[in-house]
């Protein structure tokens, strides 16, 4: 699993980091991902991140 961030249309809210903080960071108020792939263990939060994010720019692939 792979995840990452547009960060043309991130809006900064913090959320991803806060519901899946290994593979989400801040950085100057917009999201990155730091680790490629996804653990395993992670990726339920993970996917929850992204279905949860307001503007929907968190992209997961296999
Ligand atoms: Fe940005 Fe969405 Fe995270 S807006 S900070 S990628 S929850």
């Known amino acids: 699993m792979k995840a990452e961030v ?3 249309s991130c809006i ?9 903080p290994l ?3 801040m950085q100057d108020d917009v999201a990155y ?5 996804v653990p395993e263990d992670a990726r339920e939060s993970c ?3 992204a279905d949860s994010c ?7 692939s296999e």
Do not use: T
Not at 33 to 37: A, F, H, S, W
């Open 6 to 8: 547009d960060q043309n």
């Open 12 to 20: 900064g809210c913090g959320l991803c980091e806060s519901i899946c």
């Open 23 to 25: 593979v989400f960071g």
């Open 33 to 37: 991902v730091k680790v490629d792939p």
């Open 47 to 49: 996917q929850e991140a």
């Open 54 to 60: 307001p503007v929907s720019c968190i992209i997961i």
